[in-house]
């Protein structure tokens, strides 16, 4: 294959809480973003400027769990390429509510994108190749994980990270849940995808697997 055909995957921390926003693509392709959670100008303006000058056509922005900081810039970024924004079934009812767990950083609410649409799980394509939607739960309702067979890679949002397993001190967080969601949607995968988190450095089944102190 081309080296300019093969699938890269972009990683941008954004906002204070140091979310990772993805870009998945081919180089002068089609593309798609995760986590769309820009809130500085300058952090729109490098998301912008990545996606012109790798001529990626954005064909869709998808979510993986309805906390603020992972949509924070959905409203603009949406508008910007005319998408919606595309989550769980079980996430589309709480952007508004997850719009005002700002809050409790002292932040202003978030504005929620007003196209907004449930993905559907089986058909999820892009750029020629297939991606997979596992529901995971225990962070927060309407969490997902999408897996990318292509490029062995998982991402993760904040169900699985370095080290470390999400949150459940949260509305609708479960331990007993988070541990059932990774263990029976994750840890399933081969030991050698690697682990793209919401927040965080990567990391790799196998290593989460053995050495995770919280499972």
Same mark, same amino acid.
């Given at each position: 294959? @081309?080296?300019?055909?093969?699938?890269?995957?972009? *990683?941008?921390?954004?906002?204070?809480? $140091?979310? @990772?926003?993805?870009?998945?693509?081919?180089? @002068?392709?089609?593309?798609?973003?995760? +986590?769309?959670?820009?809130?500085?100008?300058? &952090?729109?303006?490098?998301?912008?400027?990545?996606? #012109? %000058?790798? @001529?990626? %056509?954005?064909?869709?922005?998808?979510?993986?769990?309805?906390?603020? +900081?992972?949509?924070?810039?959905?409203? !603009?970024? *949406?508008?910007?390429?005319?998408?919606?924004?595309?989550?769980?079934?079980?996430?589309?009812?709480?952007? $508004?509510?997850?719009?005002?767990?700002?809050?409790?950083?002292?932040?202003?609410?978030? &504005?929620?994108?007003?196209?907004?649409?449930?993905? #559907?799980?089986?058909?999820?394509?892009?750029?020629? =190749?297939?991606? $997979?939607?596992?529901? =995971?739960?225990?962070? *927060?309702?309407?969490?997902?994980?999408?897996?990318?067979?292509?490029?062995? =890679?998982?991402?993760?949002? +904040?169900?699985?990270?370095?080290?470390?397993?999400?949150?459940? #001190?949260?509305?609708?967080?479960?331990? +007993?849940?988070? !541990?059932?969601?990774?263990? $029976?949607?994750?840890?399933?995968?081969? &030991? #050698?995808?690697?682990?793209?988190?919401?927040?965080?450095?990567? =990391?790799?089944?196998? %290593?989460?697997?053995?050495?995770?102190?919280?499972?």
């Amino acid at each position: 294959m @081309n080296p300019q055909e093969t699938l890269q995957i972009k *990683c941008m921390p954004v906002n204070p809480i $140091e979310m @990772n926003l993805y870009v998945v693509y081919r180089k @002068n392709g089609e593309g798609i973003l995760i +986590d769309p959670g820009c809130c500085q100008e300058s &952090e729109f303006e490098r998301l912008f400027r990545f996606v #012109d %000058q790798e @001529n990626i %056509q954005i064909s869709h922005i998808l979510l993986t769990h309805p906390h603020f +900081d992972h949509f924070w810039g959905a409203a !603009r970024i *949406c508008k910007h390429y005319g998408l919606p924004l595309e989550v769980h079934e079980k996430a589309l009812g709480l952007l $508004e509510k997850g719009a005002m767990g700002a809050a409790s950083f002292g932040l202003p609410p978030v &504005e929620v994108p007003e196209k907004a649409k449930v993905f #559907d799980a089986n058909k999820m394509e892009f750029a020629g =190749t297939r991606l $997979e939607v596992r529901y =995971t739960p225990g962070h *927060c309702e309407g969490s997902v994980c999408f897996v990318l067979p292509e490029a062995k =890679t998982v991402f993760s949002g +904040d169900v699985l990270f370095n080290g470390s397993i999400g949150r459940t #001190d949260l509305p609708s967080g479960n331990l +007993d849940l988070l !541990r059932k969601s990774i263990f $029976e949607q994750l840890f399933v995968l081969d &030991e #050698d995808f690697q682990v793209r988190p919401g927040h965080g450095g990567r =990391t790799w089944i196998e %290593q989460e697997k053995y050495q995770n102190p919280f499972l």
